[in-house]
């Protein structure tokens, strides 16, 4: 799809440097940094799709709002591109060649999202798969399958229930009548369901045989806690923990942090004013929450809520709470309460990006109902992560859950890389306002 994408947008403004100047417009491109003005305008163009979220295939469910989308991006870029070009004239290719690109990619851009959504159909680019498996485990990659075209993936068979033989001969029918790309094994009891004879013959014939748990990970960005395995946990890859890992992604932390104390220190005095005068108490709210390895710490937040807001114990905040200040709510949604937390970052006690810090109480009671939760402390806590950028507020054990499964995928996959891209994701949840509460 981005291939594509990135396609349809240089091949529009190209088309229209050739309308407009005809054979002139090879010495357009080489001579006159047409090519470089285009590739200024598709990075444009992926990040303005990157905003109006136009690569979250699971919230794009109908062909209507995708079109509407893409006729928002085309209008924003004009926007951008009208910007860009009064700051810096140089940049016109010539009159009305933008505006022909841009006719030209509205109709383009809905087009290929027609033709994709076909192509991915189409039987040759997708595989047959089998499914072993009778958990939630096996039940989460089923509905994957199911919903999301783009994985290039068919079920044909599920083989929900019964022991290592009966499932054994499945597998055999399997190999001898069905022609099979990938089998997934999702078994809840490897030790005494698992088909290992069979499933070898299927590997040395050319069968993928794929682990249910590894293909969670790479289609949902989550790690399945229910029915994890441990051996899984302590023999996959990933999971780079050691202090030397940790130096880039500390220098990385403490000159985001010093950066952004930089832009935010003018506007510190006007916000600290502004939870002053909506109402009573300190300006600073001060809460303990539990950091690396469990060692508890200081967070420091604006304050958001009434003083007397946690009269009756901790609790969690839910939509609409009534305890949040009409300035917190709007704080709250521009993350703005959270500028204080970059002092936190300086001393060391969270990163940048990172599992979300819990409250003590809170950790105690998810530690006994949820398993390895305590690996989320594993990490230095952030003031972004790639829960909060995927799901945001969890205020319940299930939610936290499902925290969970996105922190210890975090965790497995941690890398400066990784970092960079959850501080780009960062804007987009600010902007759209996900994850507040």
């Not at 383009?108 to 499914?131: K, P, Q």
């Not at 050691?242 to 506007?267: D, G, I, K, M, N």
Request: aromatic share 12%; with cysteine.
């Amino acid at each position: 799809m981005l291939g594509g994408e990135i396609a349809v947008i240089c091949l529009s403004f190209s088309l229209a440097i050739f309308l407009r100047y005809g054979q002139d417009g090879f010495i357009v491109l080489k001579y006159e940094h047409g090519v470089w003005k285009i590739l200024v305008v598709t990075a444009l163009a992926m990040l303005c799709a990157h905003y109006l979220e136009m690569y979250d295939l699971q919230r794009l469910q109908s062909p209507g709002e995708t079109y509407f989308r893409i006729l928002t991006l085309v209008g924003t870029l004009a926007f951008l591109l009208a910007g860009l070009t009064t700051v810096f004239p140089q940049f016109l290719v010539g009159r009305n060649v933008f505006l022909t690109g841009l006719c030209i990619l509205s109709l383009m851009w809905i087009l290929w999202r027609w033709a994709f959504g076909r192509l991915i159909f189409l039987s040759a680019f997708r595989e047959r798969v089998y499914l072993l498996g009778d958990g939630e485990r096996a039940k989460r990659i089923m509905e994957a399958v199911r919903t999301r075209g783009e994985l290039g993936m068919d079920i044909i068979g599920w083989a929900n229930e019964g022991n290592s033989e009966a499932l054994g001969k499945v597998l055999r029918d399997l190999g001898n009548h069905t022609g099979v790309d990938r089998v997934i094994v999702a078994l809840k009891d490897r030790r005494t369901t698992m088909p290992v004879n069979e499933l070898l013959e299927l590997r040395l014939s050319g069968v993928r045989i794929e682990d249910g748990t590894t293909l969670l990970e790479r289609i949902s960005g989550q790690i399945e806690v229910d029915e994890l395995h441990p051996s899984w946990l302590i023999f996959g890859d990933g999971f780079r923990l050691a202090e030397r890992h940790w130096y880039l992604r500390r220098v990385f932390s403490t000159l985001l942090a010093l950066a952004l104390c930089l832009v935010t220190a003018p506007f510190i005095p006007i916000i600290a004013l502004i939870v002053k005068l909506s109402s009573p108490g300190p300006v600073l709210y001060r809460q303990q929450r539990v950091g690396l390895r469990g060692k508890a710490f200081t967070c420091y937040k604006f304050r958001t809520m009434r003083q007397d807001a946690e009269a009756g114990g901790a609790r969690w905040a839910t939509d609409d709470d009534p305890r949040i200040t009409k300035t917190g709510n709007f704080m709250r949604r521009t993350r703005m309460d959270e500028i204080p937390q970059f002092w936190n970052v300086l001393r060391g006690d969270m990163a940048f990006v990172g599992p979300r810090p819990e409250r003590p109480e809170f950790v105690e009671q998810l530690s006994q109902e949820i398993p390895y939760y305590y690996l989320r402390h594993m990490a230095r806590p952030g003031i972004t992560g790639w829960a909060q950028v995927n799901y945001g507020y969890g205020s319940s054990v299930e939610e936290s859950k499902e925290k969970l499964r996105y922190d210890l995928y975090y965790i497995r996959n941690i890398s400066v890389t990784l970092d960079l891209l959850i501080a780009f994701y960062t804007v987009r949840a600010v902007l759209v306002g996900r994850g507040v509460r």
